[in-house]
């Protein structure tokens, strides 16, 4: 998941960085950081935590230059520690060098060992200490052939920003899976974020969605240059569009509310269900509860009151911690519910811990029946492009049916949007990445693949 963001030619890149962080804290809240060039030295910052815990004044005194990358992040691998923390900082034959990385490198294992076996030394579990290795020990002369070096022998999803003390680069990999944009910032200089949220904070102009395979070249006195480094084979996230992103991107020419308000309409079509009223589980199921009480003609209430100084509880560690997170962050408005039959609407369903616990809440608030639909697929095999699934056995999806999971989480009835149904929502003209619900590894490998769920950054 993460996010990134990489800033040049601007008086103020450290603050326009993040300001773009804070706005794409969604992405990730394990930590944070910013690096800075001034043509001559590389300025860090980073640390454990959120981004308004991590920056304050004295962070940015130190932090000068008119080029800056950020990155917020959300742990697949590693330690929650200062060391898994990005950017990566290091000091290699051509100077020093930061890299930020949102993806999942698929070949990290074999990658790591040939570097160990050429006398690496590794301080982390992220495979974005493979790609600072591998740009170091090329034998390129020029950082910019050093980096094409380093692509040859990665695989996976990757978007990058790598800053030198002058230049910055920015790639995003073939398969496009991670979404990645270009803008203008009002003060003259350019920004390249996970997401366009990020461009509507600062006031930026929103100039094209970086292309897959695409690398651009950022220095001082000239236009970013553009560089087609892979073929296409356009696979973008269908996640990202589900759940990832915030409600008021754009990614790659789409907006995510409307698609999640097109897959509930298709929802209640495919899955309709006889209920009084139809409620979102908050914040990323609105739209398509907004959707799904349109297609049935149903009323649609936010009966369902969420904390927000809780964070997300799909991307805390363990499960402890996921099952208490649930009763913090969600309380029912009672008055609303009792004696109705509800439709409750979430964006997807991975375990069924929090199903179960929203099921059981609605019921104790008064809920005569409740109906869950669920506006994706069923989710059967984890990903390894950078998301936080846990292993195939522990996917409730994988194992049961629908019916079987309806009775164990306590609901009247469950449905899920189909892949189908998933696909001419976000627009059949594109081949998404639907790993997680049709088990399509594409770039390479399968579920069963060694270490396919711990390779993240």
């Given at each position: 998941?993460?996010?990134?963001?990489?800033?040049?030619?601007?008086?103020?890149?450290?603050?326009?960085?993040?300001?773009?962080?804070?706005?794409?804290?969604?992405?990730?809240?394990?930590?944070?950081?910013?690096?800075?060039?001034?043509?001559?030295?590389?300025?860090l910052v980073k640390k454990r935590g959120l981004v308004t815990d991590v920056f304050d004044e004295q962070s940015f005194d130190a932090l000068k230059g008119r080029c800056a990358i950020g990155h917020n992040r959300y742990a697949t691998a590693g330690n929650d520690s200062l060391f898994d923390a990005q950017p990566v900082f290091a000091r290699y034959k051509l100077g020093e060098i930061s890299v930020a990385h949102?993806?999942?490198?698929?070949?990290?294992?074999?990658?790591?060992?040939?570097?160990?076996?050429?006398?690496?030394?590794?301080?982390?579990?992220?495979?974005?200490?493979?790609?600072?290795?591998?740009?170091?020990?090329?034998?390129?002369?020029?950082?910019?052939?050093?980096?094409?070096?380093?692509?040859?022998?990665?695989?996976?999803?990757?978007?990058?920003?790598?800053?030198?003390?002058?230049?910055?680069?920015?790639?995003?990999?073939?398969?496009?899976?991670?979404?990645?944009?270009?803008?203008?910032?009002?003060?003259?200089?350019?920004?390249?974020?996970?997401?366009?949220?990020?461009?509507?904070?600062?006031?930026?102009?929103?100039?094209?969605?970086?292309?897959?395979?695409?690398?651009?070249?950022?220095?001082?006195?000239?236009?970013?240059?553009?560089?087609?480094?892979?073929?296409?084979?356009?696979?973008?996230?269908?996640?990202?569009?589900?759940?990832?992103?915030?409600?008021?991107?754009?990614?790659?020419?789409?907006?995510?509310?409307?698609?999640?308000?097109?897959?509930?309409?298709?929802?209640?079509?495919?899955?309709?269900?006889?209920?009084?009223?139809?409620?979102?589980?908050?914040?990323?199921?609105?739209?398509?509860?907004?959707?799904?009480?349109?297609?049935?003609?149903?009323?649609?209430?936010?009966?369902?009151?969420?904390?927000?100084?809780?964070?997300?509880?799909?991307?805390?560690?363990?499960?402890?911690?996921?099952?208490?997170?649930?009763?913090?962050?969600?309380?029912?408005?009672?008055?609303?519910?009792?004696?109705?039959?509800?439709?409750?609407?979430?964006?997807?369903?991975?375990?069924?811990?929090?199903?179960?616990?929203?099921?059981?809440?609605?019921?104790?608030?008064?809920?005569?029946?409740?109906?869950?639909?669920?506006?994706?697929?069923?989710?059967?095999?984890?990903?390894?492009?950078?998301?936080?699934?846990?292993?195939?056995?522990?996917?409730?999806?994988?194992?049961?049916?629908?019916?079987?999971?309806?009775?164990?989480?306590?609901?009247?009835?469950?449905?899920?949007?189909?892949?189908?149904?998933?696909v001419e929502s976000l627009g059949s003209h594109r081949q998404y990445s639907l790993v997680s619900f049709d088990g399509n590894y594409f770039a390479g490998g399968s579920a069963e693949s060694p270490g396919c769920n711990d390779l993240g950054t």
């Open positions: 998941m993460c996010a990134i963001v990489g800033v040049y030619g601007s008086e103020n890149a450290a603050k326009n960085a993040y300001y773009a962080l804070f706005a794409m804290q969604h992405r990730g809240q394990e930590s944070s950081g910013i690096s800075t060039a001034n043509g001559s030295k590389i300025h949102n993806g999942n490198l698929v070949n990290k294992n074999e990658v790591r060992n040939r570097l160990i076996t050429r006398g690496a030394i590794f301080q982390t579990g992220m495979d974005t200490e493979n790609i600072v290795h591998l740009i170091a020990k090329s034998q390129e002369d020029a950082l910019i052939n050093r980096i094409k070096d380093m692509l040859k022998k990665i695989e996976g999803a990757y978007c990058l920003a790598i800053q030198s003390r002058s230049k910055m680069f920015v790639i995003r990999d073939r398969f496009g899976i991670r979404p990645l944009s270009l803008g203008k910032l009002p003060d003259g200089g350019w920004i390249v974020a996970s997401e366009t949220c990020a461009f509507d904070l600062l006031g930026a102009t929103f100039i094209r969605d970086v292309r897959p395979g695409e690398m651009l070249i950022f220095e001082e006195g000239c236009e970013p240059t553009s560089e087609q480094v892979f073929e296409p084979d356009y696979h973008p996230c269908a996640f990202e569009y589900i759940y990832f992103a915030r409600p008021d991107s754009i990614i790659d020419g789409t907006n995510v509310y409307e698609s999640r308000l097109v897959m509930g309409k298709r929802l209640a079509k495919e899955k309709p269900c006889d209920v009084d009223l139809v409620l979102p589980v908050p914040d990323s199921g609105v739209a398509a509860a907004r959707g799904f009480a349109q297609g049935l003609g149903v009323p649609f209430e936010m009966a369902i009151v969420r904390n927000h100084y809780v964070g997300r509880t799909f991307i805390e560690p363990t499960q402890a911690i996921r099952n208490l997170k649930v009763k913090l962050k969600l309380s029912p408005i009672s008055s609303l519910i009792k004696g109705k039959r509800i439709a409750i609407i979430d964006d997807s369903l991975v375990r069924g811990t929090t199903s179960r616990q929203i099921v059981k809440m609605l019921k104790e608030a008064g809920a005569s029946e409740v109906h869950m639909r669920i506006a994706a697929p069923e989710i059967k095999y984890p990903c390894r492009y950078g998301i936080d699934t846990p292993t195939q056995t522990e996917l409730i999806s994988a194992s049961q049916t629908p019916q079987e999971i309806a009775q164990k989480i306590g609901a009247s009835s469950l449905g899920f949007l189909s892949i189908q149904g998933l």
